[in-house]
């Protein structure tokens, strides 16, 4: 195929080294360390909050510090709001939320609401934050706080999922419960019995269902999304602290801190399928869907495991900084930002012979491809007339040709979640471009 031909020996010739697997691109070095990442898919820039305060923009194609924006506060748990395209932290210093402007990198507003974890709700354009007084709801738009909605004891971890549910993990062994909260209502609609302190929650999309890491309890509960009842209780290995997803193969990575394994859940049946050796403490874990490979971060020995997400098998490790947290991904660069105690590493994760070009060559027309990620339509803007347009899946396989219409909005009606490809041409030669199907 032409197109995948033609970017394979576009970067064939530049990395032969490393065309088929993850590579160390930079070191950012933040004293100290980050307490905090987030990738703005709008502007293509990472938002990183160092230890000792304020917040650094980092450009997503260079890895270069554009500028520091001063907070007087040190920030954790960054959230992207997309629809006012602004930033969302927690001030640990001051006990409050801070919103941030991504246009003009100016703080919008102090927000009175200490905070443990936040969440946003894309549906209703809302931030919830857990703290010792419950769920603090904001306003998205106007950065007021709306309502504090009562949970267990302890709220600890907190998610939203696209069902418009937020789910909040109530850690204290006197509560061990999640807590359903309606996000159009900020009602509560259910609590939740799990194991001994669930710690960390992720959503099956596929498959509506929550799973929720019991740390004390070396179990994953799995929760029904739609009728909010527990079906199934994981055991997994001790102390499982991080979850992660993987939306290709539908199945759930469980990093189990005290005995060094990643367990590996059928997003189906719920059983075991492996168990994957990783390195010493496993506590952060981050799936890259363009190349369906899963990143642990050890924390003990300063060290990332890559886990091929279709085989579960350990492609490599990679040595870092000290603590490391694989916790932002870069979906333009296909990069994995790692929090350690010594900045930032930047790893760059490459399809085989697909590496989409990020930089626009002499003559070639500009295109941008929007919503991406999308979910039911995606539109093509170009400087140049399209004369035919192709739909490819990650393997390179031709999945859909469209008609060119006026305006330019095409259907994913019937196309599964996953990384795509587009492939046009316009008269002035042949483009392709990366897609995000939700």
């Given at each position: 195929m032409k197109i995948f031909a033609r970017l394979f020996l576009t970067y064939g010739g530049i990395l032969p080294a490393v065309i088929f697997a993850q590579y160390i691109e930079t070191t950012i070095p933040i004293r100290y360390g980050p307490l905090s990442l987030c990738w703005n898919a709008a502007n293509n820039?990472?938002?990183?909050?160092?230890?000792?305060?304020?917040?650094?923009?980092?450009?997503?194609?260079?890895?270069?510090?554009?500028?520091?924006?001063?907070?007087?506060d040190r920030l954790k748990?960054?959230?992207?709001?997309?629809?006012?395209?602004?930033?969302?932290?927690?001030?640990?210093?001051?006990?409050?939320?801070?919103?941030?402007?991504?246009?003009?990198?100016?703080?919008?507003?102090?927000?009175?609401?200490?905070?443990?974890?936040?969440?946003?709700?894309?549906?209703?354009?809302?931030?919830?934050?857990?703290?010792?007084?419950?769920?603090?709801?904001?306003?998205?738009?106007?950065?007021?706080?709306?309502?504090?909605?009562?949970?267990?004891?302890?709220?600890?971890?907190?998610?939203?999922?696209?069902t418009n549910k937020v789910y909040c993990a109530n850690y204290n062994i006197r509560s061990s419960s999640v807590t359903v909260i309606d996000?159009?209502?900020?009602?509560?609609?259910?609590?939740?019995?799990?194991?001994?302190?669930p710690y960390a929650l992720f959503w099956n999309a596929t498959n509506n269902k929550v799973y929720c890491a019991n740390y004390d309890n070396d179990t994953v509960t799995v929760i029904d999304g739609e009728s909010n009842e527990v079906v199934a209780m994981v055991p997994v290995g001790r102390a499982p602290r991080a979850l992660v997803w993987n939306a290709t193969n539908n199945k759930v990575y469980c990093a189990n801190e005290v005995d060094n394994t990643v367990t590996v859940i059928d997003g189906v049946t719920d059983e075991v399928v492996a168990t994957v050796r990783v390195g010493t403490s496993p506590g952060a874990l981050l799936w890259n869907p363009i190349t369906n490979r899963v990143y642990c971060g050890n924390l003990g020995s300063d060290s990332i495991t890559v886990i091929?997400?279709?085989?579960?098998?350990?492609?490599?490790?990679?040595?870092?900084?000290?603590?490391?947290?694989?916790?932002?991904?870069?979906?333009?660069?296909?990069?994995?930002?790692?929090?350690?105690?010594?900045?930032?590493?930047?790893i760059r994760d490459l399809v085989p012979g697909i590496e989409q070009m990020e930089q626009y060559a002499p003559g070639e027309p500009h295109v941008t491809v929007f919503p991406n990620p999308a979910k039911d339509v995606f539109t093509v803007q170009t400087s140049s007339s399209i004369q035919n347009l192709r739909l490819y899946d990650a393997t390179?396989?031709?999945?859909?040709?469209?008609?060119?219409?006026?305006?330019?909005q095409y259907s994913l009606k019937g196309i599964n979640p996953g990384v795509y490809f587009l492939g046009f041409d316009t008269k002035r030669g042949e483009i392709t471009r990366k897609l995000i199907v939700q």
């Open positions: 820039k990472v938002y990183c909050s160092p230890s000792l305060g304020d917040v650094l923009v980092i450009d997503g194609a260079s890895n270069e510090v554009l500028q520091q924006i001063l907070i007087g748990f960054l959230t992207w709001d997309s629809i006012d395209n602004k930033l969302f932290g927690i001030g640990i210093i001051y006990s409050r939320v801070i919103a941030i402007s991504c246009s003009t990198h100016r703080i919008q507003a102090f927000i009175p609401a200490d905070g443990v974890d936040l969440t946003w709700n894309a549906i209703n354009n809302k931030v919830y934050t857990t703290n010792i007084h419950g769920v603090t709801v904001i306003d998205g738009a106007t950065n007021q706080v709306l309502k504090n909605v009562p949970v267990g004891i302890e709220p600890w971890s907190i998610i939203w999922t696209p996000g159009a209502t900020d009602e509560v609609l259910a609590t939740v019995p799990v194991g001994r302190s091929d997400g279709a085989t579960d098998e350990v492609l490599t490790t990679i040595q870092v900084g000290r603590y490391p947290n694989p916790s932002c991904l870069n979906l333009n660069q296909s990069k994995i930002y790692v929090a350690s105690h010594s900045g930032i590493t930047v390179g396989k031709l999945i859909r040709t469209y008609q060119v219409s006026q305006p330019a």
